[in-house]
């Protein structure tokens, strides 16, 4: 045979069995998951390798996207919703305020700069008037913009703490909820009829005044000078109810 001629087979078993001699390895006192079973208990194995090693079970993690909205997941992983500063429970304490203004206010559901509310209204009043003929989007978001940043000048100018842009845009998105039930009153009416328009669009422009001054003269402390807040806000409600209307 060839390799018989090359080189002898049992002197290379031998040999390397003196390879062996002097050598020292380490011992493990973990065993291997895969050896001890296979097939339908080898996910059993892994868990008690795990756990032996760590001291603790393998974490289950859920996959589904549904698991993506709840706390499903890894362990101590926030919600989704949580995670992108969108907070329920404050979206519906902002919105009451809105619609009850003679109610004390809670100055801590200010404290963040939640958007998720006034941009769910924005959306909510293009639709209604686009539905009512009426293609204003652009203006909406263009008024929304131009307003939230003057009066957020003015509003610095005259405290002293001042407030950030985002929390001024938030709290005149929120009541901004009164020009969107004039909106939807456009949908079975025309408001361009007669006074009908005019007398409808009063109402609205004067509860989310009322309502956005009140809350930025609690947050801010300008409870002297609610006339002053109270003139530019009404300025940019009215704008709005103008596009509503015409």
Excluded at 13 to 23: E, F, I, K, R, T
Excluded at 212 to 237: H, I, K
Aim: net charge negative; hydrophobic share 45%.
């Amino acid at each position: 045979m060839a390799h018989s001629v090359l080189f002898d087979q049992g002197q290379v078993y031998s040999g390397n069995n003196n390879l062996n001699d002097g050598l020292e390895f380490y011992q493990t006192q973990y065993a291997d998951p895969s050896s001890t079973a296979t097939g339908a208990g080898a996910q059993g194995s892994a868990d008690d390798f795990y756990a032996s090693s760590y001291g603790t079970s393998m974490p289950i993690v859920e996959r589904s996207w549904l698991a993506a909205f709840g706390t499903g997941g890894f362990p101590n992983e926030p919600p989704l919703m949580e995670e992108l500063g969108i907070n329920f429970q404050h979206i519906k304490s902002k919105t009451l305020a809105v619609l009850n203004p003679f109610k004390p206010l809670d100055t801590k559901i200010y404290d963040d700069s939640d958007m998720a509310g006034p941009l769910l209204f924005i959306l909510v009043l293009g639709t209604f008037l686009l539905l009512s003929g009426k293609s204003q989007f652009g203006y909406i978001y263009g008024v929304a913009l131009l307003g939230t940043v003057g009066i957020w000048t003015i509003l610095n100018l005259m405290s002293q703490g001042g407030i950030e842009v985002m929390r001024t845009a938030s709290i005149l998105g929120y009541c901004l909820l009164p020009i969107v039930f004039l909106g939807s009153i456009g949908l079975g009416v025309d408001l361009k009829t007669g006074q009908l328009g005019t007398l409808a669009a009063i109402l609205p422009i004067v509860w989310s005044t009322y309502s956005s001054a009140t809350m930025f003269v609690t947050v801010l402390s300008m409870s002297e000078q609610r006339l002053l807040v109270a003139y530019p806000v009404c300025l940019f409600y009215t704008s709005f109810a103008l596009l509503t209307v015409f």
